[in-house]
């Protein structure tokens, strides 16, 4: 689909692309991007959705229809503006997807994305939301500059990059901005990719926290982040304090 004309604010969605159970990716072109939001739309799957309206209106929030793809869902802000889509977690969703899922199937299992005001980014997911700390680290031993932040009722989490420097480069941004792809083996994933074309430039690492990953960058130079489920040696900085997802 073509690019919106300069100054058109409108979203337009270009591919939906199915992944495991009922989650998919969606690229979209912006008239008015915003640079530092370049994760701007994420989903959450919940079991009552009226009752989340409810809840979100209770709590002073303002909510807006977004029916995007045939799911009925409901539309959000955060404090710093990036947008939050509840759908209905059912069956029927589920058996919509075409990917057909297998120990290697892919799976996101957490967005990261620039958080300039941490206090009230926690306010909002914390307290309001709900969401649990799940760990926290940085590049040296005594610093924070990931917050990770799990879903209140399961292992998926989203990733608050503090610390950035407000005039950070596109790569610095593509890297900060990132979606999180959970493997049961980092290597195997990095023959896949290899057997697919992909032109690597990093090799698969243990991260801060413990855990194998593997960095590949889009066109855009967004970092997509291929992680094993389970840390395979003790994290840096803090102890994770939930459960690590599952395949």
């Not at 159970?21 to 989903?43: A, E, V």
């Not at 799957?45 to 209770?58: I, N, Q, V, Y």
């Not at 690492?205 to 413990?210: A, F, L, Y």
């Amino acid at each position: 689909m073509e690019c919106p004309p300069a100054g058109q604010t409108t979203t337009h969605y270009a591919t939906a692309f199915p992944l495991v159970t009922d989650q998919q990716l969606n690229l979209g072109s912006f008239g008015t991007p915003n640079p530092y939001k370049i994760m701007n739309r994420f989903g959450l799957a919940t079991d009552d959705l009226p009752g989340m309206l409810e809840f979100l209106k209770s709590q002073g929030i303002e909510t807006m229809p977004a029916g995007k793809f045939g799911l009925i869902s409901v539309e959000i802000q955060d404090p710093e503006g990036h947008h939050i889509v509840f759908t209905q977690n059912h069956e029927k969703t589920k058996s919509q997807m075409t990917a057909a899922p297998s120990h290697q199937s892919p799976r996101i299992i957490h967005v990261g994305f620039i958080v300039w005001n941490q206090e009230k980014m926690n306010h909002f997911y914390k307290d309001i939301l709900g969401f649990r700390p799940y760990w926290h680290g940085g590049m040296k031993d005594d610093q924070t500059d990931w917050v990770s932040m799990q879903v209140p009722d399961g292992a998926d989490w989203l990733e608050f990059m503090v610390n950035v420097e407000p005039d950070a480069n596109q790569r610095l941004r593509g890297i900060m901005n990132h979606i999180a792809i959970g493997v049961p083996d980092i290597h195997l994933a990095e023959k896949k990719l290899q057997e697919n074309s992909v032109k690597l430039t990093e090799e698969p690492q243990i991260g801060r926290d413990g855990k194998w990953q593997l960095n590949l960058y889009d066109p855009d130079l967004t970092r997509i982040e291929f992680m094993e489920f389970t840390p395979v040696r003790k994290p840096c900085c803090s102890e994770f304090t939930g459960p690590h997802p599952k395949p």
